[in-house]
Protein backbone atom coordinates (compact mmCIF):
# COMPACT_ATOMS: atom_id res chain seq x y z
CA UNK A 1 0.00 0.00 0.00
CA UNK A 2 1.56 3.36 -0.76
CA UNK A 3 1.85 5.74 1.70
CA UNK A 4 1.33 9.21 1.57
CA UNK A 5 3.06 11.06 -0.69
CA UNK A 6 4.57 14.76 -0.82
CA UNK A 7 6.01 16.53 -3.75
CA UNK A 8 7.68 18.39 -4.15
CA UNK A 9 10.91 17.38 -1.42
CA UNK A 10 12.40 20.41 -1.72
CA UNK A 11 12.07 23.61 -3.01
CA UNK A 12 13.51 27.23 -2.83
CA UNK A 13 11.88 30.24 -3.09
CA UNK A 14 12.12 34.30 -3.05
CA UNK A 15 10.67 36.19 -0.63
CA UNK A 16 7.55 37.37 -2.03
CA UNK A 17 7.45 34.61 -3.88
CA UNK A 18 4.15 32.33 -4.14
CA UNK A 19 4.54 28.15 -3.80
CA UNK A 20 2.10 25.70 -3.63
CA UNK A 21 2.83 22.06 -2.43
CA UNK A 22 1.25 19.09 -3.03
CA UNK A 23 0.10 16.13 -0.75
CA UNK A 24 -1.68 12.60 -2.53
CA UNK A 25 -3.08 10.57 1.02
CA UNK A 26 -3.07 6.87 1.39
CA UNK A 27 -5.71 5.20 -0.67
CA UNK A 28 -9.02 5.74 0.94
CA UNK A 29 -7.92 8.25 3.50
CA UNK A 30 -10.44 11.36 3.78
CA UNK A 31 -8.84 13.47 5.89
CA UNK A 32 -5.62 15.69 4.75
CA UNK A 33 -3.95 17.37 7.68
CA UNK A 34 -1.13 19.75 7.34
CA UNK A 35 1.59 21.07 9.60
CA UNK A 36 4.44 22.81 9.68
CA UNK A 37 8.23 22.02 11.73
CA UNK A 38 10.84 24.72 12.34
CA UNK A 39 13.51 24.56 14.67
CA UNK A 40 12.24 27.64 16.52
CA UNK A 41 7.96 26.97 16.88
CA UNK A 42 8.24 23.13 16.87
CA UNK A 43 4.91 21.20 15.13
CA UNK A 44 2.66 23.73 14.75
CA UNK A 45 -0.89 22.77 12.58
CA UNK A 46 -2.11 24.66 9.68
CA UNK A 47 -5.18 23.11 8.93
CA UNK A 48 -7.02 19.35 8.07
CA UNK A 49 -9.18 19.40 5.09
CA UNK A 50 -11.93 16.35 5.06
CA UNK A 51 -13.96 15.57 2.10
CA UNK A 52 -13.00 18.60 0.45
CA UNK A 53 -13.98 20.70 3.48
CA UNK A 54 -11.59 22.81 5.84
CA UNK A 55 -12.67 21.42 9.17
CA UNK A 56 -10.01 23.27 11.37
CA UNK A 57 -7.55 25.94 10.86
CA UNK A 58 -4.41 26.64 13.48
CA UNK A 59 -3.39 29.53 13.87
CA UNK A 60 -1.42 31.22 11.16
CA UNK A 61 -2.24 34.28 8.66
CA UNK A 62 -4.33 34.56 5.57
CA UNK A 63 -1.38 33.90 3.43
CA UNK A 64 -1.52 30.29 4.36
CA UNK A 65 -4.13 28.47 2.33
CA UNK A 66 -5.28 24.98 1.08
CA UNK A 67 -7.83 22.95 -0.73
CA UNK A 68 -8.63 19.20 -1.09
CA UNK A 69 -10.02 17.56 -4.18
CA UNK A 70 -12.24 15.22 -5.18
CA UNK A 71 -9.35 12.20 -4.87
CA UNK A 72 -8.62 13.08 -1.80
CA UNK A 73 -5.57 15.02 -2.80
CA UNK A 74 -4.84 18.37 -1.11
CA UNK A 75 -2.50 21.17 -1.96
CA UNK A 76 -1.40 24.17 0.83
CA UNK A 77 -0.15 27.37 -1.12
CA UNK A 78 1.37 29.62 0.82
CA UNK A 79 1.74 33.94 -1.11
CA UNK A 80 3.73 35.96 -0.33
CA UNK A 81 6.70 34.39 1.01
CA UNK A 82 8.59 35.53 4.27
CA UNK A 83 11.91 34.49 5.08
CA UNK A 84 10.06 33.15 8.55
CA UNK A 85 8.29 30.26 6.25
CA UNK A 86 10.89 28.55 5.68
CA UNK A 87 10.13 25.03 7.10
CA UNK A 88 9.57 21.53 6.99
CA UNK A 89 5.71 21.37 5.33
CA UNK A 90 4.47 17.61 6.31
CA UNK A 91 1.34 16.37 5.66
CA UNK A 92 -0.62 13.86 7.53
CA UNK A 93 -3.11 11.37 5.90
CA UNK A 94 -6.42 9.42 7.66
CA UNK A 95 -9.18 7.33 6.93
CA UNK A 96 -10.94 9.92 9.48
CA UNK A 97 -10.44 12.71 11.62
CA UNK A 98 -10.33 10.57 14.82
CA UNK A 99 -8.09 7.72 13.88
CA UNK A 100 -4.43 7.33 13.44
CA UNK A 101 -2.72 10.03 11.46
CA UNK A 102 0.61 9.00 8.79
CA UNK A 103 2.82 11.48 7.84
CA UNK A 104 4.73 12.04 4.46
CA UNK A 105 8.05 12.51 3.86
CA UNK A 106 7.55 16.54 4.11
CA UNK A 107 8.45 19.21 1.92
CA UNK A 108 11.13 21.51 3.16
CA UNK A 109 10.84 24.91 1.66
CA UNK A 110 13.69 27.75 1.78
CA UNK A 111 12.77 31.27 1.30
CA UNK A 112 15.85 33.52 0.38
CA UNK B 1 -5.41 25.84 24.35
CA UNK B 2 -3.97 22.84 24.88
CA UNK B 3 -0.64 22.58 26.05
CA UNK B 4 1.89 19.84 25.45
CA UNK B 5 5.07 19.51 27.75
CA UNK B 6 7.99 17.01 27.02
CA UNK B 7 10.62 15.89 29.04
CA UNK B 8 13.56 16.32 29.14
CA UNK B 9 14.03 17.77 25.77
CA UNK B 10 17.88 16.69 25.39
CA UNK B 11 19.02 13.13 26.32
CA UNK B 12 21.96 11.37 26.08
CA UNK B 13 22.11 7.76 27.54
CA UNK B 14 24.82 5.10 27.49
CA UNK B 15 23.88 1.95 25.78
CA UNK B 16 22.19 -0.63 27.60
CA UNK B 17 20.58 1.71 30.01
CA UNK B 18 17.29 2.70 30.95
CA UNK B 19 15.39 5.90 30.70
CA UNK B 20 11.67 7.65 30.75
CA UNK B 21 10.31 10.46 28.72
CA UNK B 22 7.42 11.83 30.11
CA UNK B 23 4.30 13.86 28.46
CA UNK B 24 2.06 16.30 30.50
CA UNK B 25 -1.03 17.80 28.40
CA UNK B 26 -3.18 20.46 29.87
CA UNK B 27 -6.84 19.56 28.90
CA UNK B 28 -8.86 16.41 28.88
CA UNK B 29 -7.75 13.95 25.78
CA UNK B 30 -8.75 10.56 24.92
CA UNK B 31 -6.14 10.09 22.20
CA UNK B 32 -2.32 10.20 22.47
CA UNK B 33 0.18 9.73 19.42
CA UNK B 34 4.30 9.01 19.89
CA UNK B 35 6.34 9.38 17.05
CA UNK B 36 9.66 9.17 15.91
CA UNK B 37 11.73 11.59 13.84
CA UNK B 38 14.97 10.89 12.28
CA UNK B 39 17.83 13.94 11.44
CA UNK B 40 15.80 15.15 8.21
CA UNK B 41 12.83 12.78 7.64
CA UNK B 42 9.43 12.73 8.54
CA UNK B 43 7.48 11.47 11.63
CA UNK B 44 7.14 7.39 12.07
CA UNK B 45 4.04 6.15 14.27
CA UNK B 46 5.21 4.03 17.60
CA UNK B 47 2.64 4.42 19.54
CA UNK B 48 -0.95 4.94 19.74
CA UNK B 49 -2.66 5.16 23.16
CA UNK B 50 -6.50 5.47 23.24
CA UNK B 51 -7.92 5.00 27.05
CA UNK B 52 -6.75 5.16 30.65
CA UNK B 53 -4.17 2.69 31.75
CA UNK B 54 -3.15 1.49 28.07
CA UNK B 55 0.33 0.48 27.55
CA UNK B 56 1.61 -0.31 24.91
CA UNK B 57 5.04 -2.21 23.78
CA UNK B 58 7.29 -2.78 21.28
CA UNK B 59 10.96 -3.83 21.20
CA UNK B 60 12.67 -1.65 23.83
CA UNK B 61 10.24 1.14 23.95
CA UNK B 62 6.74 1.15 26.34
CA UNK B 63 4.09 3.53 26.30
CA UNK B 64 1.39 3.96 29.00
CA UNK B 65 -1.27 6.65 29.66
CA UNK B 66 -2.58 7.71 32.37
CA UNK B 67 -5.54 10.09 31.56
CA UNK B 68 -6.76 11.49 34.82
CA UNK B 69 -2.76 12.76 35.38
CA UNK B 70 -2.87 13.80 32.03
CA UNK B 71 0.36 12.00 31.51
CA UNK B 72 1.95 9.57 29.01
CA UNK B 73 5.21 8.01 29.24
CA UNK B 74 7.29 6.38 26.74
CA UNK B 75 10.02 3.55 28.19
CA UNK B 76 13.39 2.88 26.93
CA UNK B 77 15.04 -0.14 28.31
CA UNK B 78 18.76 -1.28 27.46
CA UNK B 79 18.99 1.91 24.74
CA UNK B 80 20.96 1.43 21.87
CA UNK B 81 22.26 3.79 18.94
CA UNK B 82 19.45 2.50 16.83
CA UNK B 83 17.58 4.23 19.25
CA UNK B 84 18.79 8.07 18.28
CA UNK B 85 16.19 10.05 17.28
CA UNK B 86 14.01 13.04 18.33
CA UNK B 87 10.61 11.79 19.76
CA UNK B 88 7.41 13.63 19.82
CA UNK B 89 4.02 13.38 22.02
CA UNK B 90 1.01 14.53 20.23
CA UNK B 91 -2.58 14.37 22.19
CA UNK B 92 -5.89 15.25 20.24
CA UNK B 93 -8.47 16.65 23.05
CA UNK B 94 -11.34 15.41 23.49
CA UNK B 95 -14.13 15.78 20.51
CA UNK B 96 -11.14 17.06 18.79
CA UNK B 97 -9.25 16.11 15.81
CA UNK B 98 -6.03 18.21 15.77
CA UNK B 99 -2.80 16.95 16.84
CA UNK B 100 -1.12 19.40 18.86
CA UNK B 101 2.65 18.20 19.25
CA UNK B 102 5.31 18.41 22.54
CA UNK B 103 8.34 20.02 21.92
CA UNK B 104 10.25 16.71 20.99
CA UNK B 105 12.85 14.65 23.25
CA UNK B 106 16.49 14.70 21.04
CA UNK B 107 17.64 11.28 22.35
CA UNK B 108 21.17 10.35 21.52
CA UNK B 109 22.52 6.96 23.05
CA UNK B 110 26.14 6.26 23.13
CA UNK B 111 28.41 3.18 22.62
Known amino acids: KAGVTQTPRYLIKTRGQQVTLSCSPI?????VSWYQQTPGQGLQFLFE???????NKGNFPGRFSGRQFSNSRSEMNVSTLELGDSALYLC???????????FGQGTRLTVV | ELKVEQNPLFLSMQEGKNYTIYCNYSTTSDRLYWYRQDPGKSLESLFV?????AVKQEGRLMASLDTKARLSTLHITAAVHDLSATYFCAVVETSGSRLTFGEGTQLTVNP
Open chain 1, 49 to 55: YFSETQR
Open chain 2, 49 to 53: LLSNG
Open chain 1, 92 to 102: ASRPTSNTEAF
Open chain 1, 27 to 31: SGHRS
